[in-house]
């Protein structure tokens, strides 16, 4: 009976990783038209988690550390070479002038923050 009960745990805790890290979609999509564009680093998320952009355009993301946590003191932008230290109170831009099209992933040093460049 225990058993079973333990086993039915790891099968919700499981569920829930996969949908967190696979399934989990984006909470919104900011059009970079207008930059900087801010986006909230909080609560394992960035807000938006989805930016777009057109190749070739310049564009400034403020990143707003709520998260006083390890995990959130870096964001990682691995495709383009940029990382930034990120604090709880220190608003920080990240300026990037992305030359291609294509999906750019940014990320916390552990990738569980992650977040995307979408660049047409
Ligand atoms: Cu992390």
Same mark, same amino acid.
């Given at each position: 009976m *225990? /058993? !079973? &009960?333990v086993n039915a745990g790891g099968l =919700?805790? =499981?569920a829930l990783i996969v949908w967190w890290f696979w &399934? /989990? /979609?984006? $909470? %919104?999509v900011r059009q970079a038209s207008r930059t900087p564009v801010d986006i909230v680093v909080a609560d394992g998320v960035y807000t938006p988690a989805v930016i777009e !952009? $057109? !190749? @070739?355009?310049t564009v400034t993301l403020r990143f707003?550390? %709520?998260d006083s946590g390890p995990c959130a003191a870096k964001v990682i932008f691995s495709d383009l070479g940029v990382s930034a230290d990120l604090a709880v109170g220190a608003p920080r831009e990240v300026? =990037? *002038?992305? @030359?291609?099209?294509g999906d750019y992933e940014f990320t916390c040093?552990? @990738?569980m923050y992650r977040g995307r &460049?979408?660049?047409r």
């Open positions: *225990t /058993s !079973a &009960l =919700i805790v =499981i &399934l /989990s /979609s984006p $909470r %919104k !952009a $057109r !190749a @070739g355009d707003l550390c %709520k300026v =990037i *002038t992305p @030359g291609a099209p040093q552990m @990738g &460049l979408v660049v």
